[in-house]
Nanobody, 126 residues
Framework: QVQLAESGGGLVQAGGSLRLSCTAS????????ISWFRQAPGNEREFAAA????????YYADSVKGRFTISRDNAKNTVYLQMNSLKPEDTAVYYC???????????????????WGQGTQVTVSS
């Protein structure tokens, strides 16, 4: 079992960058696929990006593709989300989630994840 904690959120102007971190406790971190989701006020939580257990495969929502990069360092039990060219519509609480599975169509479904962090706020001003 892993416990997840996000950090790195903040306030940034449109066009700027932020790097989020998702740090896990536990010795089995490398067994988990890790995804980032986000939730804007009044909206459902939506999938943003995911990375396979070894880091060799990454997946992105169309809304962030080309601007966000997900990576992981299993030695540090950490997954990163580098966010560039930020837009006001990227404003949301960002959550990381863990799942022991290969990425498939169900990986964008929040109900398939049993481990979540507490979230970190990202606010992009225009």
């Amino acid at each position: 079992q892993v416990q997840l904690a996000e950090s790195g959120g903040g306030l940034v102007q449109a066009g700027g960058s932020l790097r989020l971190s998702c740090t896990a406790s536990g010795r089995t971190f490398s067994n988990y696929m890790i995804s980032w989701f986000r939730q804007a006020p009044g909206n459902e939580r939506e999938f943003a990006a995911a990375i396979s257990r070894g880091g060799g495969n990454t997946y992105y929502a169309d809304s962030v593709k080309g601007r966000f990069t997900i990576s992981r360092d299993n030695a540090k039990n950490t997954v990163y989300l580098q966010m560039n060219s930020l837009k006001p519509e990227d404003t949301a609480v960002y959550y990381c989630a863990a799942r022991i599975a290969l990425f498939d169509s169900s990986s964008q479904d929040t109900t398939r994840y049993g481990r979540w962090g507490q979230g970190t706020q990202v606010t992009v001003s225009s």
